[in-house]
């Protein structure tokens, strides 16, 4: 397909590459060992030696819209993942789903629930007959931890399918209750025990995640810092015992410079709804004070981390309130952007795509129904892998606190002000669980417009038969150059042209063989290309 760069988010990074790698190692000094099959991104530095004439760009994942929504009646008006996507049953053939369904006019209602799914895009919700009574009928899909649990205590969240657990009554694993989390288990999705009685400390968000590399899970807990809400760290190797957390991602200053403007141009944009309170505009050198309700600032509201290609891809849900919650004051409203970063050691993080939306909230300028996500988002624990696609499973929000339930000064909002779109609005409900696909490895690519760009990787030891790349070159070619430790070179490819996720090279002079076991680079030369990806197979 054509290169439409204003489609993206632009990084103008070519001044910083070429000043980063002004020294890289030469092939001699420092040599890298690739694991077979695994796809080398350009996320960070860490790939590329030398670079000339390449930008690079965020993509943000194609919206397909709500594919979960509250429509049946123990739903209530808002089905919430927590962080939980489809799991795949391979006995079964389908997928399972655990949500969070919310009859908002009775808390004691509110609990986990059950959906399945061949497709990952239709839904159904099983009646489970587990006896769990909502408004007034027990034929429902919910299911339970323990029956006498009430809202809070019985909150099921970031359920995870864990396939190396030799114990098959261990393999869905997930965490229970808001204010702090027990490890839960279970092996069909519906019946679940507790599995120790260790209860780590959390606020109302968390994901969870396991580590397939280091066989480990990761815990992602709420927490603070200096600017309201932060991510901690958990990680267990048996599910049952957890480190103590630590702070592993938080807003920064640069975060709180960039808010004003992000919030500035929000309420400005006549497409986008506006969080119903909305503070004055603070002066140019306010700074957020510390504390857990000023607005007009940014805080990490949760994070999503997951394992991805050798690097952790990291989903923080940034959060932007513009005002204090009316008439209370005991909270803010705002709305949130998920964004992209990554880390090799969940410590040390690099925030992609110069700090903008990776999956920002969408429009509201063809009308209300149906549009969920336009004020609060919250990230999947990781994406699902389908085929060469990767789908984000988040929840959307229309607002952050019940729609339509005040007017701007506080005040109870009176049902019958409501227009029949606002009332249509209103009975299509609150949240839903949403879908936004991405091609697979598509989240950086570097890119070449009418002038031909190169890069150069770093060294690595080549321990494969054949080389794959993942770039879109519908209106270009690119092609890649192997040279040995002396910078000579060992094998040329013939131009790749069109859009592949995996196409294999051709030689058109020299091949692998030489190469086999030795220290290699690649050189890419490309033109109105966007590459995303190489590795070995």
Known sequence: MPIYVHRYVTCAVLLLVL?????????????????????????????IQEIDGLHSTMHSPTKRGAVLKPDVDSDGSRVQTYG??????????????VYMAFPMENHNQIGAALATSKDGIHWTKPNLDQGVTVRGSSRNNRVFVERDLRWGDNALFNVIYDASDPDPGRRYKGLLGVNGRFPVVSGDCIHWTKSADVRIP?????????????????????????????????VSTDFDQWSNPRL??????????????????????????????????????????????????????????????????????????????LPDRNNTVGFHHIQLAMSRDLTDWKR?????????????????????DRQQLMPPSRPLVMGEELWFYYTGFKTRIPPYT???????????????????????????????????????????????????TTPFILDGNSLRINADAESGSIIVSVLDEAGQTIAVSEPVTGDHTRAAL??????????????????????????????YE
């Open 406 to 456: 005040r007017n701007s000064d506080g005040s109870p909002r009176d049902p019958s002000s409501l227009t029949a779109h606002e009332q249509a609005d209103l009975e299509d409900g609150w949240a839903a669980i949403c879908l936004a696909v991405l091609r697979r490895d598509g989240f950086i690519s570097l890119d070449a417009g009418e002038e031909e760009g190169t890069l150069l």
């Open 248 to 325: 592993c991602f938080s807003t920064d200053d640069q975060d709180q410079q960039i808010a004003l403007d992000v919030i500035r141009q929000r309420i400005q944009d006549p497409r986008l709804a506006t969080p119903l309170f909305v503070d004055p505009e603070p002066t140019d050198d306010f700074k957020p004070p510390k504390g857990h309700i000023p607005t007009w600032r940014a805080e990490c509201y949760s994070l999503s981390v997951f394992p991805y290609e050798g690097v952790y891809i990291g989903l923080p849900m940034i959060y932007y309130p513009t005002g204090l919650s």
């Open 19 to 47: 000043a980063t790698f002004a020294h890289a190692p030469t092939v001699a000094e420092e040599v890298r060992t690739i694991p077979v099959g695994q796809r080398q991104l350009f996320l960070d530095a860490t790939t």
């Open 202 to 234: 959390s606020g109302d968000t968390s994901t969870l995640t396991y580590d397939e590399d280091r066989h480990r899970y990761l815990a992602i807990l709420k927490s603070s810092s200096k600017y309201g809400r932060a991510a901690a760290l958990s």
């Open 506 to 535: 051709r030689w058109s002079s020299g091949d692998l063989k030489k190469a086999q076991g030795k220290a290699v680079s690649l050189r890419f030369t490309l033109r109105q290309t966007q590459l995303y990806s190489f590795w």
């Open 84 to 97: 939980t996507i489809p799991m795949w049953s391979p006995e079964e053939n389908i997928f399972r789903m």
């Open 352 to 372: 992609l795509g110069d700090r903008k939306a990776f999956i920002a909230p969408s429009a509201v300028d063809n009308g209300l129904t149906g549009v969920f």
